[in-house]
């Protein structure tokens, strides 16, 4: 009887190892379970936040799936979306509007991007002058402001202006079209980039030099400031080619100025240059030159050359070693008595003088 007890002691043990076994499998599967459906939910609300963003090419795959299978297509979230009646049915339009969707998004993108495109003005690396570039629209003032902004499909022209010193050559860039024109027209339907060159203007010049003979000393300018030519000390200068220059002739004390060799008379000389000129100004030593009048009647003293005219000019100067002719005409009701001193010698009336010294000359009317 004990050794029955004994052995259904041990069949207990055993079930009850058993059960409690088939017990922890039995928590294990449905702990294992749980996990599995809380990953799955997870699973299914990220496919579905996906979905919202690339809905055509979920949509599309699922309606493969369909096809494949010959039945009507599930979403992984469980909700159909789309069907077919045989082997090859099913609908895949949903996946054709997105993507014209984002065709159009992308469109829009660059529509907004082109709204304005901008001109830059840039030096060319050759040319030697200078200039300004202005556009119209006001926009640019290059220079200043080489950069600006305009909006997509606008007209903007482009105007070269040379500085002083300096002539426009021709557009480079964008522009080379215009060539030498003044001015550049652009459709702005792009970022434009313009080269502009100036070069400086090279003007030939010609060359005038003073040449000073005589016995006397004097000073000779030339118009303008600064003035090229002061001679005294600067006898030569270089004036642009076509220039009209005016040159003036002052004498020192003491001298008296005789002339131009290149123009007529003893006031200023303009030269028009159209080569190199040489210039020769004739200083001379002055003398003085005086008529004294007497006697009871009236008259008049002339000198040739001209100087002397008495009546009102009863002296003059006159270059040393001049030759001088005096004529008397007597007044109304007079008549002329004759030179009584002065004359180096008298010839029918006339009285001639070599002025080789300051001279006084005597006549007498009655």
């Known amino acids: 009887m004990a050794k ?9 043990k055993i079930s009850l190892a058993v059960v409690i076994a088939l017990a922890f499998l039995i928590i294990l599967f449905f702990y294992i379970k749980n996990q599995y459906e809380k990953q799955g939910a997870e699973s299914n609300a990220s496919t579905k936040d996906e979905s919202a963003a690339g809905a055509g090419s979920q949509q599309a795959n699922t309606t493969a799936q369909s096809s494949a299978s010959g039945g009507s297509s599930v979403s992984s979230g469980g909700s159909g979306v789309g069907s077919g009646s045989s082997g090859g049915g099913g609908s895949s339009s949903s996946s054709s509007n997105s993507g014209s ?20 003005i840039a030096k060319a690396n050759f ?14 003032s290059c220079g200043a402001i080489c950069k600006s902004s305009f909006p997509s499909g606008s007209s903007v022209t482009l105007t070269a202006t040379p500085n002083e010193g300096s002539n426009f050559t021709s557009w480079a860039g964008d522009c080379a079209f215009a060539g030498a024109s003044a001015s550049c027209t652009l459709i702005v339907n792009s970022n434009k980039n313009v ?28 118009s303008g400031d600064p003035r090229p030519i002061n001679c005294g000390t600067m006898c030569d200068g270089a004036f642009a080619a076509g220039s009209s220059v005016t040159l003036t002739a002052t ?37 003085k030159l005086t008529i004294q009048k007497s006697g009871a009647g009236t008259g008049t003293i002339t000198s040739d050359p001209a100087g002397i005219n008495c009546g009102s000019t009863c002296n003059n100067t006159f270059s040393s070693g001049a030759s001088i002719v005096l004529a ?30 300051d001279r006084t000359v005597k006549a007498q009317f009655s």
């Open 251 to 287: 004498p020192d004390e003491g001298s008296i100025f005789k002339g131009w060799s290149a123009c007529a008379g003893t006031g200023t000389c303009t030269i028009t240059l159209d080569s190199d000129r040489e210039v020769i100004v004739t200083f001379d030593i002055y003398r």
């Open 328 to 357: 008397a005409t007597p007044g109304y009701k007079s008549t002329f008595a004759g030179w009584t001193s002065g004359c180096d010698y008298i010839l029918s009336g006339m009285c001639y003088v070599i002025l080789s010294s």
């Open 101 to 120: 969707a984002n065709d159009n998004m992308n469109e829009n993108a660059s529509g907004a991007g082109a709204s304005n495109y901008n001109i830059s």
């Open 195 to 222: 080269d502009r060159i100036f070069d400086a203007i090279i003007v030939p010049s010609f060359n005038i030099s003073i040449s000073k003979t005589g016995s006397g000393t004097g000073t000779v300018l030339s």
């Open 127 to 140: 040319g030697t002058g200078s200039g300004i570039i202005s556009s119209s629209p006001a926009g640019i």
């Open 4 to 12: 029955k007890k004994k052995v259904n002691l041990r069949v207990v």
